[in-house]
T-cell receptor, first 112, second 113 residues
Framework: GNSVTQMEGPVTLSEEAFLTINCTYTATGYPSLFWYVQYPGEGLQLLLKATKADDKGSNKGFEATYRKETTSFHLEKGSVQVSDSAVYFCALSEAAGNKLTFGGGTRVLVKP | GAGVSQTPSNKVTEKGKYVELRCDPISGHTALYWYRQSLGQGPEFLIYFQGTGAADDSGLPNDRFFAVRPEGSVSTLKIQRTERGDSAVYLC???????????FGPGTRLLVL
């Protein structure tokens, strides 16, 4: 079956530091890949997505590139802010109408 | 526009009781999903509706869990004879037909005492 593995947290950073959260996946077909973010006290929000190999998703300064050869979709941001403190989830979907399979989440804490 | 809404936001019940959780999807979204998120974990799939019918209910953990969507819009997740292990955040998501991107509601936090 499908699975998503992401690095365990918490990840603690200083403001303006570089952030990377690793995500690798296992899927039988050609999945779409997603990063969702959960800010404290809020629901899951779509951060970015990529639908095919070599696509790059980007939003709010975050980027992730769909790497089929390494089955990875690592999330990066060049300069984090305190407001980026949240839990980040990597997820995949193999088809429209197909369930999302999530990783376990990575908590990020950015200190001023 | 309005996003996915879920009610109640919090529900406390006693072991053995029956609960209903409601989800109102984004207008025009024909696909609706339920997930369960335990503390410190990622969401886990429960059931998927396309229109009024359950297209995939493979994630329902047992027959105490049931969901309906009688008019193809609002959905209700029903849990009978609740157990303490059912305590979690129940998330609802919706999407347009044919799209993979799902949009989530704020969730219902269920606590079974």
């Amino acid at each position: 079956g499908n699975s998503v593995t992401q690095m365990e947290g918490p990840v603690t950073l200083s403001e303006e530091a570089f952030l990377t959260i690793n995500c690798t996946y296992t899927a039988t077909g050609y999945p779409s890949l997603f990063w969702y973010v959960q800010y404290p006290g809020e629901g899951l929000q779509l951060l970015l997505k990529a639908t095919k190999a070599d696509d790059k998703g980007s939003n709010k300064g975050f980027e992730a590139t769909y790497r089929k050869e390494t089955t990875s979709f690592h999330l990066e941001k060049g300069s984090v802010q305190v407001s980026d403190s949240a839990v980040y989830f990597c997820a995949l979907s193999e088809a429209a109408g197909n369930k999302l399979t999530f990783g376990g989440g990575t908590r990020v804490l950015v200190k001023p | 526009g309005a996003g996915v809404s879920q009610t109640p936001s919090n529900k406390v019940t006693e072991k053995g009781k029956y609960v209903e959780l409601r989800c109102d999807p984004i207008s025009g979204h024909t696909a609706l999903y339920w997930y369960r998120q335990s503390l410190g974990q990622g969401p886990e799939f429960l059931i998927y509706f396309q229109g009024t019918g359950a297209a995939d209910d493979s994630g329902l953990p047992n027959d105490r869990f049931f969901a309906v969507r009688p008019e193809g819009s609002v959905s209700t997740l029903k849990i009978q004879r609740t157990e303490r292990g059912d305590s979690a955040v129940y998330l609802c998501a919706s999407s347009f037909k044919g799209e993979r991107t799902q949009y989530f509601g704020p969730g219902t936090r269920l606590l079974v005492l």
